[in-house]
């Protein structure tokens, strides 16, 4: 193993090592918090703010609920919310009672829910209504026997919040109608449960806290198992790297990404719980306009985000406007950060945006750049503490500094394996612990290490994952189909966009009704951007399609 010369280029006070027994769950770090900043506020939604008391009652009262429905420890809850106060009650209340949180993407089709839901036996779900029609649509095949339905405004009060549900119920119609019988109101499941019943179970390194599922090459979504070890690993890993810039009690955190993804989930909502932070949550950051509203009513210290994030504020004229004087801290992963997009970050606010580069796999953080870092590197940065990296080539040995290879991790952080997959888990990790990422990547002599290319055929739509083969398999379903290769074009936004192309068995297919039947089965970021019709597609001579070859006649942003 090559010399730790990256622990040289940390930032002072770093250390090399972290204490992983200062906490024995990530509910450990919520009560200490939940105790130490009771008055304070945890996270604010639409002008809305909940305490950490607040926050710490009402996850008894869901906890509570869950139990005495009959749910036992170890059972999976799934949450199907967009960024809402609902979403850290409903995780907390979940955790607390010894369950396991299944994270799902709400904008899920019902192909996609169906297969997460049966993957994960999942006994409970908590949805928002304006997509419980997706999972009444699939429930009957599935093995729910707990719905929790919530609205937008259900923890807003009297008048914002009933003025909100009425509004995307009646008059923007954003709520198709649904039939679940026996699904209960969120709200009546807070008052239905008792703070004081929760059965608060012993919780260790080794239980499992979250399925959270990522993308896989065969087309089918694999759930990580990610333990309370990982978790609490990864907070106390990316606290040690900012606490130097960090005012305990006193943080306000800007949540644009989604808290399901687990980006959000670990660098927002838990590092800043464990800060006594003030956590902002953007309901529909695609408003950018209404986001810059929310960003103007407060005196923020820290945002994450993604690449097409940060370069959409940049290019909404009122975002100049904003006083970036408390901003101390702008941390960006889930996709490469541009340098001309990081440039302008630090000319618009005065504040750098430091790169990070983690996976779902590694709960997520691996590698960040230091956070006294004054300009842009093109790196993802340093290991940070107790984690290795190294750079492997295709007979498993480790290159040399400079060299090209494939990105290896290992640390407290790595997922226990992939949820009832052992082949796929041995694929991916070694017995000594070492995490295969399927990125390649080179180091310097300072350790500091940069992703040159991707080993998988991995499309990466706006940070989240797209796999060509699951786009395949849904466009070969067409009848009028002959043959499919799907890959990713760049683009200035979003940073790749998926391109499909077509051999017809039919001619009279066309590039609208192919993408028609691709929404009803994929998340709008998976549906292809570009269809383009071709007389065959470029193959090896035992007929499998050559990507590379697919990617250099085909690459261009353009449809038939």
Same mark, same amino acid.
């Given at each position: 193993?090559?010399?730790?010369?990256?622990?040289?280029?940390?930032?002072?006070?770093?250390?090399?090592?972290?204490?992983?027994?200062?906490?024995?769950?990530?509910?450990?770090?919520?009560?200490?918090?939940?105790?130490?900043?009771?008055?304070?506020?945890? +996270?604010?939604?639409?002008?809305?703010?909940?305490?950490?008391?607040?926050?710490?009652?009402?996850?008894?009262?869901?906890?509570?609920?869950?139990?005495?429905?009959?749910?036992?420890?170890?059972?999976?809850?799934?949450?199907?919310?967009?960024?809402?106060?609902?979403?850290?009650?409903?995780?907390?209340?979940?955790?607390?009672?010894?369950?396991?949180?299944?994270?799902?993407?709400?904008?899920?089709?019902?192909?996609?829910?169906?297969?997460?839901?049966?993957?994960?036996?999942?006994?409970?779900?908590?949805?928002?209504?304006?997509?419980?029609?997706?999972?009444?649509?699939?429930?009957?095949?599935?093995?729910?026997?707990?719905? +929790?339905?919530?609205?937008?405004?259900?923890?807003?009060?009297?008048?914002?919040?009933?003025?909100?549900?009425?509004?995307?119920?009646?008059?923007?119609?954003?709520?198709?109608?649904?039939?679940?019988?026996?699904?209960?109101?969120?709200?009546?499941?807070?008052?239905?449960?008792?703070?004081?019943?929760?059965?608060?179970?012993?919780?260790?390194?080794?239980?499992?806290?979250?399925?959270?599922?990522?993308?896989?090459?065969?087309?089918?979504?694999?759930?990580?198992?990610?333990?309370? #070890?990982?978790?609490?690993?990864?907070?106390?890993?990316?606290?040690?790297?900012?606490?130097?810039?960090?005012?305990?009690?006193?943080?306000?955190?800007?949540?644009?990404?989604?808290?399901?993804?687990?980006?959000?989930?670990?660098?927002?909502?838990?590092? +800043?719980?464990?800060?006594?932070?003030?956590?902002?949550?953007?309901?529909?950051?695609?408003?950018?306009?209404?986001?810059?509203?929310?960003?103007?009513?407060?005196?923020?210290?820290?945002?994450?985000?993604?690449?097409?994030?940060?370069?959409?504020?940049?290019?909404?004229?009122?975002?100049?406007?904003?006083?970036?004087?408390?901003?101390?801290?702008?941390?960006?992963?889930?996709?490469?950060?541009?340098?001309?997009?990081?440039?302008?970050?630090?000319?618009?606010?005065?504040?750098?945006?430091?790169?990070?580069?983690?996976?779902?796999?590694?709960?997520?953080?691996?590698?960040?750049?230091?956070?006294?870092?004054?300009?842009?590197?093109?790196?993802?940065?340093?290991?940070?503490?107790?984690?290795?990296?190294?750079?492997?080539?295709?007979?498993?040995?480790?290159?040399?500094?400079?060299?090209?290879?494939?990105?290896?991790?290992?640390?407290?952080?790595?997922?226990?394996?992939?949820?009832?997959?052992?082949?796929?888990?041995?694929?991916?990790?070694?017995?000594?612990?070492?995490?295969?990422? #399927?990125?390649?990547?080179?180091?310097?002599?300072?350790?500091?290490? +940069?992703?040159?290319?991707?080993?998988?055929?991995?499309?990466?739509?706006?940070?989240?994952?797209?796999?060509?083969?699951?786009?395949?398999?849904?466009?070969?379903?067409?009848?009028?189909?002959?043959?499919?290769?799907?890959?990713?074009?760049?683009?200035?936004?979003?940073?790749?966009?998926?391109?499909?192309?077509?051999?017809?068995?039919?001619?009279?297919?066309?590039?609208?009704?192919?993408?028609?039947?691709?929404?009803?089965?994929?998340?709008?970021?998976?549906?292809?951007?570009?269809?383009?019709?071709?007389?065959?597609?470029?193959?090896?001579?035992? #007929?499998?399609?050559?990507?590379?070859?697919?990617?250099?006649?085909?690459?261009?942003?353009?449809?038939?």
């Amino acid at each position: 193993m090559t010399e730790k010369t990256w622990l040289n280029e940390y930032s002072k006070g770093v250390p090399a090592e972290i204490d992983m027994s200062e906490f024995d769950s990530v509910v450990d770090i919520l009560e200490q918090s939940c105790e130490q900043y009771a008055d304070q506020t945890a +996270f604010v939604n639409f002008g809305r703010e909940l305490s950490y008391a607040e926050l710490d009652k009402q996850s008894r009262a869901f906890g509570a609920r869950l139990q005495a429905l009959g749910l036992k420890r170890g059972d999976r809850v799934a949450i199907m919310l967009p960024n809402l106060l609902q979403y850290p009650i409903a995780l907390f209340g979940i955790l607390r009672a010894g369950m396991v949180v299944v994270n799902t993407n709400p904008l899920y089709t019902a192909r996609e829910l169906k297969h997460q839901l049966n993957d994960s036996g999942a006994k409970a779900i908590l949805v928002l209504e304006n997509f419980a029609h997706t999972l009444a649509s699939v429930i009957d095949d599935c093995p729910i026997e707990h719905v +929790f339905v919530t609205g937008v405004g259900d923890l807003l009060g009297f008048p914002k919040g009933t003025f909100i549900n009425f509004a995307l119920r009646y008059i923007k119609k954003e709520v198709p109608a649904y039939d679940l019988p026996g699904a209960v109101r969120f709200n009546d499941a807070l008052k239905a449960g008792d703070p004081g019943k929760l059965e608060r179970p012993k919780l260790g390194h080794d239980d499992l806290a979250f399925l959270q599922y990522t993308g896989g090459t065969t087309g089918v979504s694999k759930g990580a198992m990610l333990t309370h #070890g990982n978790i609490v690993a990864n907070v106390q890993q990316s606290s040690a790297w900012m606490n130097q810039l960090i005012e305990y009690g006193r943080e306000i955190i800007v949540t644009a990404l989604p808290l399901y993804h687990i980006f959000a989930l670990t660098a927002n909502c838990l590092v +800043f719980i464990k800060f006594g932070g003030r956590n902002l949550l953007i309901t529909n950051p695609r408003d950018m306009n209404g986001f810059i509203k929310e960003l103007g009513k407060e005196k923020f210290t820290a945002i994450t985000g993604v690449n097409t994030l940060f370069n959409g504020l940049l290019n909404t004229p009122s975002f100049e406007n904003l006083d970036f004087s408390p901003l101390r801290l702008t941390l960006g992963g889930g996709m490469a950060v541009q340098r001309a997009v990081a440039e302008r970050w630090k000319a618009a606010t005065g504040v750098p945006l430091i790169e990070a580069y983690g996976l779902t796999e590694t709960s997520p953080a691996a590698c960040i750049n230091p956070m006294d870092l004054e300009d842009y590197n093109g790196a993802i940065g340093l290991p940070i503490p107790s984690t290795e990296c190294k750079v492997i080539d295709a007979e498993g040995n480790e290159v040399s500094t400079g060299e090209p290879g494939e990105l290896c991790i290992r640390g407290p952080q790595v997922m226990k394996g992939y949820w009832n997959r052992p082949e796929e888990t041995a694929k991916v990790l070694d017995g000594e612990g070492w995490l295969k990422t #399927g990125d390649m990547a080179c180091r310097d002599e300072k350790g500091y290490f +940069f992703i040159v290319d991707r080993k998988k055929d991995m499309i990466l739509v706006s940070g989240f994952n797209v796999y060509p083969n699951e786009i395949e398999d849904v466009i070969a379903g067409h009848p009028k189909v002959l043959e499919v290769g799907a890959i990713g074009v760049e683009d200035e936004k979003s940073g790749e966009l998926v391109k499909a192309v077509v051999v017809r068995k039919d001619d009279s297919l066309t590039v609208e009704e192919l993408r028609e039947h691709c929404k009803k089965e994929l998340t709008g970021y998976k549906v292809p951007r570009y269809i383009e019709f071709v007389d065959e597609l470029p193959k090896t001579n035992v #007929g499998k399609i050559l990507r590379r070859e697919l990617r250099d006649q085909y690459g261009e942003p353009r449809s038939s």
